[in-house]
């Protein structure tokens, strides 16, 4: 599993940490930081089926939380298709110790 410490898929991301405590409201990895391009390659600029990441994970280092769907909520995929986000400058997510991460920005469906 990704969330284990000794994960080869863990350990040979290119991975971006962001440390948040709790009352410190929010976090934001912007634009211009480099890391896009290293998880984008060449496609950052159009996302359309070029080299680079599909997809940002988001995991929180936190006990299990209790569910009753059984998912893991310490682990959250958003998909970088722009088509998924077409008028959002932001995408927001939440995190809480009884519910973990979830998405807030809504998200457009995928069109067939």
């Known amino acids: 599993s990704y969330v284990l410490p000794a994960s080869p898929t863990r350990q040979n991301s290119m ?10 409201g929010s976090a934001r990895l912007a634009k211009s930081d ?22 940002v994970f988001l995991v929180a280092r936190m006990a299990r939380p209790d569910s009753a769907t059984g998912r893991d909520t310490r682990l959250l995929e958003i998909p970088l298709n722009r088509a998924r986000w077409p008028k959002t400058k932001q995408i927001d997510v939440a995190l809480s110790p009884s519910g973990g991460l979830r998405l807030m920005t809504a998200m457009a469906p995928l069109e067939d």
């Open 34 to 55: 480099p890391i896009w391009d290293a998880w984008l390659g060449e496609n950052a600029s159009r996302n359309d089926g070029g080299i680079g990441a599909r997809s």
């Open 15 to 24: 991975m971006r940490m962001m440390v948040l405590s709790e009352g410190q």
